[in-house]
């Protein structure tokens, strides 16, 4: 099997203009509810975020522990505008020339003033997917970018720990890592949820794993054993060399029929420690 490429993204918050959609709102921005949802499409290699700081400097420290590099764009003192825009356009449109690998633009806004650079970069073969407040948002940018999400249907709960049946600490991390991954990969439409691609999503949203550190000696232990707690079904790819995941939690509580060659829930080989 050949690993599915992934995405590589950089992204670019145009944070006055999300201040501005929290006006009046109650709540405040949360960069890691934007982020969470955007590595499930890729690795981010880029984080960056525009603003007049001294405004929002309740914000900072959030932000900097969230990795993002906050761009210091002062306001002018006659008008009380700055410059933010312009910058973020320059930038991007560096980066899509001066960085070939970088695929996928996200542009975190609901300015209109934003359409030319979603339009440019469409035409230098890049992805752009724009994010931001249902009632702050242009319908010219949302109908121009290849995919809008907004902000306010982003997730905001991990899988329900219902879903987790009972077991060790370790085990019911593990699986709740397993299903939220496995639920990610289902909101990117990929049909097929290779043991692989699994594996690379969960290493995404967390770094640090590690199946061993659960007790596990590879990932394949790992998908076993969630087998037979019956929160995914297995089968195998047509070598029988690598897992498929054909069915996990819910789908299997709606008493959907399993795929043709699916492993027996309960079936599965022993896990050694």
Known sequence: MKDVPQQILA??????????????????????????????????????????????????????????????????????????????????????????HIDTFVIVSGDSDFSPLVAKLRENNKQVIGLGMKESTSALLRDNCDEFIFYEDLETASVEAQAVPAGNAQQREAYQLLLESLEALRRENRDTLWSSLIKTTIKRKRPSFNEAAYGYKSFSRLLEDAQRAGIVELSRDAANRTYIVTQFGAELDSGRSAAPGAAPRGNGPRRSR
């Open 11 to 100: 992204v670019f918050i145009d944070f006055e203009n999300l201040a501005l959609g929290f006006k009046d709102r109650s709540g405040r921005f949360d960069a890691n509810r934007v982020l969470a949802r955007l590595v499930e499409k890729g690795n981010i290699v880029v984080k960056r975020a525009y603003a007049d700081w001294k405004r929002f400097s309740d914000y900072t420290t959030g932000l900097h522990e969230a990795g993002i590099e906050l761009i210091e764009i002062p306001a002018r003192r006659l008008t009380g505008k700055n410059s933010a825009d312009m910058r973020l356009c320059v930038d991007a449109m560096d980066m899509s020339y001066s960085k070939a």
